[in-house]
């Protein structure tokens, strides 16, 4: 059973503080990784991939991607009150379904 | 230019009817993916159509569910006989070819009285 695994919160951050987002994977053969904000009510959005080990930045958000460990992060520098949301990390092999984790709720504490 | 759509925005049924969900991707998206998301948890994939046909529909839980996606564009997700446990929020979300960076559509809340 291919699983994505997150610990589901609430993760409280200070505003300006970094917020730091796990995620482990089981299956060894995933080649592309997302993470997705989702607001209550509201519909998953994309908000970076990673398809290699290291990091990559975008903003204020930078995803790390270590495939030895099998570990997914994504950090968020000078967390704003609007980064509250829940955020889930996803996983695929090539070609087959995206695998979504259950997702980790963020407060970002004003 | 326009997102995913999905009608309607809410489904109240009672137990043992038919519903059908639609959802309207992204204009030139060629596959197309059914969510299933429960309160508290991830979204859960259904089925991937690329263009007309199911590449996969493991998803599917039992066989009251169906999909089809006729014409390659507008799909619609059946589901016989609902119980009360198939309410959530069924999302569907769509992806232009060669990329797997999908785009969600809001969704349409299912409650099956």
């Known amino acids: 059973q291919k699983e994505v695994e997150q610990n589901s919160g609430p993760l409280s951050v200070p505003e300006g503080a970094i917020a730091s987002l796990n995620c482990t994977y089981s299956d060894r053969g995933s080649q592309s990784f997302f993470w997705y904000r989702q607001y209550s009510g509201k519909s998953p959005e994309l908000i970076m991939s990673?398809?290699?080990?290291g990091d990559k930045e975008d903003g204020r958000f930078t995803a790390q991607l270590n495939k030895a460990s099998q570990y997914v992060s994504l950090l968020i520098r000078d967390s704003q009150p609007s980064d509250s949301a829940t955020y889930l990390c996803?996983?695929?092999?090539?070609?087959?379904?995206?695998?979504f984790g259950k997702g980790t709720r963020l407060h970002i504490l004003p | 230019g326009a997102g995913v759509s999905q009608t309607p925005s809410n489904k109240v049924t009672e137990k043992g009817k038919y519903v059908e969900l639609r959802c309207d991707p992204i204009?030139?998206?060629?596959?197309l993916y059914w969510y299933r998301q429960s309160l508290g948890q991830g979204p859960e994939f259904l089925i991937y159509?690329?263009?007309?046909?199911?590449?996969?529909d493991s998803g599917l839980p039992n066989d009251r569910f169906f999909a089809v996606r006729p014409e390659g564009s507008v799909s619609t997700l059946k589901i016989q006989r609902t119980e009360r446990g198939d309410s959530a929020v069924y999302l569907c979300?769509?992806?232009?070819?060669?990329?797997?960076?999908?785009?969600f559509g809001p969704g349409t809340r299912l409650t099956v009285l």
């Open positions: 996803a996983v695929n092999r090539e070609g087959d379904k995206i695998i």
């Open positions: 204009s030139g998206h060629t596959a």
């Open positions: 159509f690329q263009g007309t046909g199911a590449a996969d």
């Open positions: 979300a769509s992806s232009s070819l060669g990329t797997d960076t999908q785009y």
């Open positions: 990673i398809y290699s080990n």
